[in-house]
């Protein structure tokens, strides 16, 4: 089965960079998506980014021109570089993959409709 490991996150000051890693075991199939989302207190889950197997990527407004997603096929991981941080990205961020995906990039960083999910990694920014 699938299994996903988050890694990275820590504590930063504002304007400053985080790369956030995801590592999958168990994920061997040539059509996926992948993303990343965040949720912080008192708040519901929302959309960071997400990248497809054809390499299609979709952006939360508030993360794009800051924020990258990228993977690494070699290494079964997934990144989310974090450039510029605000005290608005203090969140927990989940990594999640979809191994039968059924709609575009776009419709999945809204949607969020992912069959794996890691334990997440706690991002702080702080002013």
């Known amino acids: 089965q699938v299994q996903l490991v988050e890694s990275g996150g820590g504590s930063v000051k504002s304007g400053g960079s985080l790369r956030l890693s995801c590592a999958a075991s168990?994920?061997?199939?040539?059509?996926?998506?992948l993303g990343w989302f965040r949720q912080a207190p008192g708040k519901e889950r929302e959309g960071v980014a997400v990248?497809?197997?054809?390499?299609?990527?979709a952006y939360a407004d508030s993360a794009k021109d800051r924020f990258t997603i990228s993977q690494d096929n070699a290494k079964n991981t997934l990144y989310l570089q974090m450039n510029s941080l605000k005290p608005e990205d203090t969140a927990m961020y989940y990594c999640?993959?979809?191994?039968?995906?059924?709609?575009?990039?776009?419709?999945?960083?809204?949607?969020?409709?992912?069959?794996?999910w890691g334990q997440g990694t706690q991002v702080t920014v702080s002013s």
């Open positions: 999640a993959a979809e191994d039968y995906p059924r709609w575009g990039v776009n419709m999945y960083l809204r949607l969020a409709d992912f069959g794996y």
């Open positions: 990248i497809d197997s054809d390499g299609s990527t």
């Open positions: 168990g994920f061997t199939y040539s059509s996926y998506c």
